[in-house]
């Protein structure tokens, strides 16, 4: 569904994703993992248009990204970014309607449809409590859950979250995860920068592990999650077991 061709990305005179060639698999959840400033969140940027090839392409059912209309691209793509900025004064149920803008006419005025869709989406992500509350009044933890609610509202086959659980408690990172799988379980395909290793073993079925923007490994997380990989990208010494829930594999540091 979505693939790179020969993509290169710099920032200035800096390269940081060279030549890169990748196809990530239709209807499952890819994690990206990978030290920091590896270049996760660049090709993320990238695969969702937001940065541009400096050379190669990327391709979305095998139609390059740049011919694609704005609007025609935020119906089949969505992109929760890392850095969000919160819209001063706008209530929760307003920021979640952004996630329809794609599909609304130039009146701007949603369809009960569009309404429905927005409050399921506030449902599973358990913000319709807010809903006339301004999103910058709401915790940290309560405002990433609402932009999610945005993006789910936005109802695209494609589904990019960068680090998508920064801000969220340990109960909330698993609704998160668990969210992720059934969006997959409607068709979506999940692509999401994760830092928490043992949390993308256990819910993603696809891993793409990057290092000074190349990739070093991908496939199952069973087949390429080893200690070896740990020591080369992570530089880190640790154990890999199975997971006693999951029986994925998990690595406890040592």
Not at 65 to 92: C, H, M, N, R, Y
Not at 225 to 244: N, Y
Request: net charge neutral.
């Amino acid at each position: 569904m979505i693939s790179t061709e020969n993509l290169t990305v710099s920032y200035g005179d800096k390269t940081i994703i060279k030549d890169l060639n990748l196809t990530l698999p239709k209807g499952k959840i890819t994690a990206l993992i990978g030290p920091n400033g590896c270049g996760k969140s660049t090709l993320l940027k990238a695969l969702a248009r937001i940065n541009k090839a400096n050379a190669g392409q990327v391709l979305l059912n095998n139609q390059p990204l740049q011919t694609f209309a704005d609007k025609e691209l935020a119906q089949q793509l969505s992109l929760l970014p890392q850095i969000l900025t919160t819209p001063e004064g706008v209530t929760v149920q307003r920021l979640v309607e952004y996630g329809r803008s794609p599909y609304i006419s130039h009146w701007g005025k949603l369809n009960n449809q569009d309404k429905q869709i927005v409050n399921q989406a506030m449902l599973e992500t358990k913000v319709s409590e807010f809903a006339t509350q301004t999103a910058s009044s709401l915790s940290g933890g309560q405002r990433q859950r609402a932009w999610i609610a945005m993006i789910l509202a936005q109802n695209t086959e494609v589904v990019m979250l960068d680090e998508p659980t920064t801000y969220l408690d340990l109960s909330h990172q698993i609704e998160l995860m668990k969210l992720m799988q059934a969006m997959k379980a409607k068709g979506k395909t999940v692509i999401v920068v994760l830092h928490d290793l043992n949390q993308a073993c256990r819910y993603c079925e696809h891993l793409v592990v990057m290092k000074q923007g190349e990739v070093i490994a991908e496939g199952e997380p069973e087949a390429i999650f080893t200690e070896q990989l740990l020591q080369d990208v992570f530089s880190l010494s640790a154990k890999v077991v199975p997971d006693p829930v999951a029986n994925t594999p998990m690595c406890i540091a040592y």
